[in-house]
């Protein structure tokens, strides 16, 4: 049972789609009201929002570690909020949280459509995103396992992941994706409302997902200046194959670098948050996971 779903927007201050969904429905709020649970909207970084920036000293979304939030020596500006926010949103590993569900909305410069990053386990996020993609047939679902331990906001809630939706530069909004992430929440109460209820959802056995292998780097100089860019013919092909021997970057001498590995699909090419991160995509591979009742 979900009791409480949290919907939170501008965990990165330049992506302006949950930026302005959180503040249409804090003016609003009968939109995401539901009967059998309670929706909470949050503005995550104010302060990065206010500068349209992604964050003030460090990645917000990167801040919720468990030995980060019990760590009462770090005092960065998005350290001290990320203690903050669990506590509103939390606790992280906590018997009794403050929040069943979070949903965490984000932009990306890449060419992502309408995506779900996941990485929560829970049979109840699972069973969401696979009532989602029934609704949506174009959302695709990326599931992240890049970190030692997982340190994104949705968490520190039981359930929960995050909407990716480009391509759209940082501080632009763009309505055709503004209208289909706001779809997508609206799918997600309603999922939830019928799950509270009891109600027997036809949901699909497996789902196909494209699982999180590894990051691929910008090639660089001995300074760790980058040297290429990513190829014109790889440029926009997120959740698009690439095979041995196919264009991958391009020298800033106009030289073609291929891929060399195994057949992968390419995910956040290009990403402009990325460059300072050290990756120019993520390669993943298409997996089935199977859903539980
Ligand atoms: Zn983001």
Redesign the pocket.
């Known amino acids: 049972m979900i009791k409480k779903l949290a919907i939170t927007g501008g965990?990165?201050g330049n992506?302006l789609t949950g930026v302005y969904l959180v503040k249409k429905w804090q003016k609003s709020p009968k939109l995401v009201e539901r009967s059998s649970f309670i929706t909470v909207t949050q503005l995550m970084n104010q302060q990065a929002i206010k500068e349209v920036r992604r964050y003030i000293d460090h990645d917000l979304?990167r801040s919720f570690g468990l030995s980060a939030l019990a760590d009462k020596t770090l005092d960065s500006y998005e350290a001290k909020l990320a203690k903050e926010l669990n506590g509103l949103l939390g606790k992280k590993g906590g018997c009794n949280p403050n929040v069943d569900f979070i949903v965490d909305l984000?932009?990306?410069t890449s060419n992502m459509g309408l995506s779900i990053v996941v990485s929560n386990e829970s049979v109840t996020t699972w069973r969401a995103i696979a009532y989602l993609c029934q609704m949506q047939p174009k959302l695709k679902v990326y599931r992240w396992r890049g970190d030692i331990e997982n340190s994104f906001v949705d968490s520190i809630a039981p359930h929960g992941f995050a909407i990716?939706v480009g391509a759209v530069p940082q501080g632009v909004l763009r309505a055709d994706l503004f209208l289909e992430t706001e779809a997508l929440v609206y799918h997600l109460l309603d999922f939830v409302e019928k799950e509270n209820q009891g109600e027997i959802l036809a949901l699909t056995d497996e789902l196909e997902v494209y699982e999180h292998e590894k990051l691929l780097d910008y090639p660089r100089d001995e300074q760790g200046d980058i040297v290429a860019m990513v190829h014109q013919e790889r440029q926009g092909r997120d959740f698009t194959l690439i095979e041995q021997g196919e264009p991958l970057f391009l020298t800033l001498e106009n030289q073609t670098i291929t891929y060399e590995g195994d057949p992968r699909y390419t995910l956040f090419v290009n990403e402009s948050?990325y460059y300072e991160k050290g990756f120019a995509m993520t390669l993943a591979q298409k997996v089935k996971v199977v859903i539980k009742y």
């Open positions: 965990t990165h992506e979304n984000h932009t990306t990716e948050a």
